[in-house]
Structure formats: structure tokens, C-alpha cells
């Protein structure tokens, strides 16, 4: 029996408003956090707590790219004139649906989380809080250069310690190993906004490749995936990563794209085009399967 055209229409259009294909990072991020604690303390793998913290998170990051959509719609209306794509917001959901949407995925991810652990929720009212004062007015400082790219940077680090809190306290050496997420999100930042300069300046939004220009920006790209490798490898030296973990973390870098995006100008675009269309929603699915399997053997 298949879907009615009208529900399909409506879980597309979704996907596209909560960005399944950004959110896999923060979840993949997430589940190695959960993991990064098991590891360490040697506790017994809790499947109650990480579905619980895994409902939560999802909700609480859907809600972060969602509200900003809601609130993005001049500028997507801009953007969708310059580049021809169609926008979620007012066309595929009205702003108001949206809006509800997005309360109510804040609503139920708050509440589960208060049933996950203190640091846990702890973590996701700072993520609620950076996200919302991000996007939504009056303050917005998604227009103040160069506060968006700071308040981007230090939610980055949020995701895995959101994975850590479900089972414990976060420590110094957590915060450590989640400078790694920070720096490869930084990575996929630089790089969106070489890739958007042009429509980012004309709608007036200043970034680090509007105002030092595109070089500039991809270079700082590669220079943070660089910092992050050559983090992981000093940790993995240091004794803080197992083996088995850093073969997670080179796993991730791989299905998230990350090197071959490094080679950008030597892949073809129809390859590029295959590759986002395939991995791009579904990799975070089949990571988490990977590591889920790993806990429980």
C-alpha cells in the first residue's frame, strides 16, 4: 500500500524544513558522545536512556534549523529569486504551521529531556538558547558579524556533550574530544559560505567570505578539518581515543562527506549531485545503526 501523494508532499517537506541532511552530524556527534562515555568508565549500555536522549535531541535540533527557517523567509524569498530554489517556508509550509511545528518540537524534546539527566538538560537549554537568540528577532545575531560565527562555533561543541550528559557529568576531558565537532562543523560553516558569497552579499549578510573574501574562507575551512585531524591523532596518541573509537571518528568524517567536499574541484558535479542525494538523509541512520550495534555487542 503506498503513501497519498498529499502525505508524501508533507514528510518532504519536512525533511526539508528540519534538514535531515545537517542534522545527521549533530546526531552522529551525539551517539559518539554516548558511546565516548561507555568506553571510558566502563558502564553498562542503557538502551531506556540513549532512546530517551536520542527522542530529545532530535526534537530540540529539529526545532534549530526549523525556527531558523521561520524566521529566514525574507531572505530564503532573496535567495530563492538568486539561485531558483524552491523555498520550505510560506511555499512547501506556511510560516504559521511552521511556527507550530517548531514550539511543538521545543515543548517535547524539553520535556523528555528533563527525564534524560540534569547535565543533559543542561546542555540542551544552552543549544535552545544560542539557537533561538540566533534566529529570532529582535535579537537575531545571525546579522552581527562576526558574534553568528562565535555562537555557531560554541553550539558546535554541544552535540557530542549532549551524547556525554545522558550517563554522567560533563568533564574537562569531554569538553576536549568535542573541540573535534566543533572544528569539523566550523569546516562545513567556511565552506557553505564560499559557496553562498555572492548571495550572501547581495542580501547584505556579512561572513567571513563576504568580508575577507572566498579564499579566505575556504581556507579557514580546511585549516579547522586539519586542526580536527591533527587533534584526533594527538589524542589517539595521548591514550584519550581507543582504537575502535577512531576508527568511528574516521567514519564519520567519510559519511559525512567531509573529504570529498575537501576535493571538491576534482570531483564531477553529476558525481557530487548522486553522492549528496544518497548519503546526504540517510548516513546518519546507518551510523547510528553501526555504533548502537557495537554497544550492545
Known amino acids: 500500500m503506498s503513501l497519498k501523494p498529499n502525505i508524501l508532499q508533507k514528510i518532504v517537506a519536512f525533511n526539508h524544513l528540519v534538514e535531515l ?21 566502563k558502564v553498562p549500555f542503557n538502551p531506556s536512556f540513549l532512546a530517551m536522549g536520542l527522542v530529545a535531541i532530535s526534537l530540540i535540533l529539529f526545532y534549530v534549523m526549523s525556527i531558523n527557517d521561520t524566521f529566514d523567509v525574507e ?44 547535565s543533559f538538560l543542561l546542555i540542551v537549554l544552552v543549544i535552545v538558547t544560542l539557537s533561538t537568540l540566533y534566529s529570532v528577532p529582535p535579537i537575531r545575531y545571525k546579522r552581527i558579524f562576526p558574534l553568528s560565527t562565535l555562537g555557531e562555533f560554541l553550539g558546535a561543541f554541544m552535540p557530542f556533550l549532549a551524547g556525554y550528559a545522558v550517563l554522567g557529568a560533563v568533564d574537562f576531558r569531554a569538553l576536549i574530544v568535542s573541540a573535534f565537532f566543533a572544528l569539523t562543523s566550523q569546516y562545513w560553516r567556511f565552506f557553505h559560505e564560499t559557496l553562498f558569497c555572492e548571495v550572501d552579499r547581495k542580501l547584505g549578510k556579512a561572513t567571513f567570505a563576504v568580508v575577507y573574501g572566498p579564499k579566505v574562507s575556504k581556507n579557514l575551512s580546511r585549516l579547522c578539518l586539519s586542526i580536527a585531524v591533527i587533534e584526533s591523532m594527538v589524542l589517539f596518541g595521548l591514550g584519550l581515543f581507543s582504537i575502535q573509537f577512531s576508527i568511528l571518528l574516521v567514519l564519520y568524517l567519510l ?6 567536499y575537501w576535493f571538491i574541484d576534482y570531483i564531477p558535479a553529476g558525481i557530487r549531485v548522486q553522492m549528496k542525494n544518497l548519503l546526504g538523509p540517510t548516513w546518519g541512520a546507518l551510523f547510528l545503526a553501526i555504533v548502537i550495534t557495537l554497544l550492545i555487542l
Not at 504551521?97 to 529531556?113: N, Q, V
Not at 559519511?255 to 570529498?260: D, E, I, M, N, R
Request: hydrophobic share 60%.
Open 75 to 118: 531572505d530564503d524569498r532573496i535567495k530563492s529569486k538568486i539561485t531558483g530554489k524552491k523555498m520550505v517556508v510560506s511555499e512547501e509550509i506556511s510560516v504559521k504551521d511552521a511556527l507550530l511545528m517548531s514550539l511543538i518540537m521545543l515543548i517535547s524534546g524539553l520535556a523528555i529531556s528533563l527525564f534524560v539527566s540534569p
Open 255 to 260: 559519511l559525512s562527506l567531509a573529504f570529498w
Open 21 to 41: 541532511r545537517t542534522v545527521n552530524r549533530w546526531l552522529a556527534a551525539f551517539i559518539l558522545g554516548v558511546f565516548y562515555f561507555i568506553e571510558i568508565f
